[in-house]
């Protein structure tokens, strides 16, 4: 029923960190994944992007010097697909993703803490109904765990380092064309936001 | 130097890289990925076995979890959605950016100013959003940050399913000049 008290804390400090990196990074603000969505504000993008090419590079080396395992969600086709397109809808109208409903709970928002009672309502279902939907989830097959490294028997250093090198490619290119950057920023800044270290 | 918890955002390239340090983090420490939606499922399979105690038996979904070593309980995972919501609540509070609108400037253009409205259709989009996240195994952490960056099939065939269907919907409620009020 309980993890070791060690481990409650540890859970809960990576999440106080977590928090605190996504209200910083607007990405607990309706207009920001809305906005994404409707292709005028790359927050989300940006923030996700950095974070998988930065994450791959140490995630891959702990696992290489045996300090962890790979964590593979199941391939489940149906699952995937059907899960995938609720969890879009219902992502673009409410306007959080799970972690940043939660976090903009923290920033006091009401629709997100509505939001995530339907949540727990939504798991709610997902658990009664389990074993109905186990068909339904594996109606097109489970590949099981599988990386690309695995499908393609290549090198998973290969992507990690394709990865990092698009990531750093962007990176150029977002510097040599700073100028417009910098005003589309300036643009759909909100009045009386404070900007912080621009990189 | 201005103390960083008291602006009210930083770079989503700083935010990208202390995700993806985090990730490490989570990983060397906890032999965890970071994600949510586990937690909300944990907390919903521990409603339905207090509320039905024969659930345990009735319900496929805890002796298929128990054989995965995976029984719902308040864990790592747990706690991590907790943390989240005090970082958040830390941070905002330190900067000054908290807000008790229930009702966007972007929705409120577009449906009309109605608090029940809104809080209503937040339910169920919230209730629709994670019913997903659980078909498919994981959400905008769990597959879309934590999955991807361990080169998951599962995770990369979802998070383009996710952001093609959250890209369509978004278009068709407020097409592209709803930007105005992003």
């Not at chain 1, 960190?17 to 910083?24: I, N, P």
């Not at chain 1, 790359?42 to 964590?71: C, I, R």
């Not at chain 1, 920033?107 to 009664?128: H, I, N, Q, R, S």
């Not at chain 2, 960083?4 to 060397?28: D, E, Q, R």
């Amino acid at each position: 029923m309980f993890d070791s008290p060690e481990r409650l804390l540890l859970g809960l400090l990576t999440g106080v960190a977590f928090g605190v990196l996504l209200q910083k990074g607007r990405v607990a603000k309706f207009p920001v994944i809305v906005g994404q969505f409707i292709l005028k504000d790359w927050t989300v993008a940006k923030v996700m992007g950095t974070a998988v090419v930065v994450g791959s590079l140490g995630v891959y080396a702990l696992v290489a010097s045996g300090q962890a395992h790979l964590h593979v969600k199941p391939f489940l086709l149906a699952g995937v697909l059907m899960g995938g397109v609720c969890f879009g809808v219902g992502m673009a109208v409410f306007g959080y993703c799970p972690g940043t409903g939660v976090a903009a709970c923290g920033e006091g928002k009401p629709d997100a803490m509505v939001g995530v009672l339907g949540m727990l309502a939504g798991a709610l279902v997902f658990v009664v109904a389990f074993p109905a939907l186990q068909p339904v989830i594996k109606g097109l097959g489970d590949m099981g765990k599988l990386t690309l490294p695995e499908a393609t028997g290549t090198s998973p250093w290969l992507w990690v380092a394709a990865l990092l090198g698009v990531g750093l490619a962007v990176l150029v290119l977002l510097i040599s064309r700073r100028k417009p950057v910098a005003n589309e920023q300036h643009r759909t800044d909100k009045p009386g936001v404070r900007v912080g270290s621009s990189v | 130097m201005t103390n960083p918890l008291t602006m009210k955002s930083w770079s989503p390239y700083v935010v990208g890289v202390g995700i993806g340090l985090l990730s490490w983090l989570a990983f060397a420490t906890a032999d965890k990925p970071l994600g949510i939606s586990t937690a909300f499922e944990h907390t919903a399979a521990l409603g339905e076995k207090a509320v039905v105690p024969q659930a345990e038996q009735t319900n496929e979904y805890f002796p298929k979890k128990a054989e995965q070593g995976e029984s719902p309980k308040i864990g790592w995972e747990w706690m991590l959605v907790f943390g989240v919501f005090l970082g958040a609540l830390l941070s905002s509070w330190l900067s000054g950016d908290r807000s008790n609108e229930a009702v966007p400037a972007l929705w409120r253009e577009r449906f009309g100013g109605s608090v029940p409205v809104r809080l209503v259709v937040a339910f169920f989009a919230g209730a629709l959003m994670i019913f997903g996240a659980r078909l498919a195994g994981g959400c905008t952490s769990g597959h879309g940050i934590s999955g991807n960056l361990q080169l998951a099939v599962s995770s990369l065939v979802f998070t383009a399913t996710f952001f093609t269907a959250a890209i369509i919907t978004a278009l068709a409620l407020y097409g592209r000049k709803g930007a105005i009020h992003v």
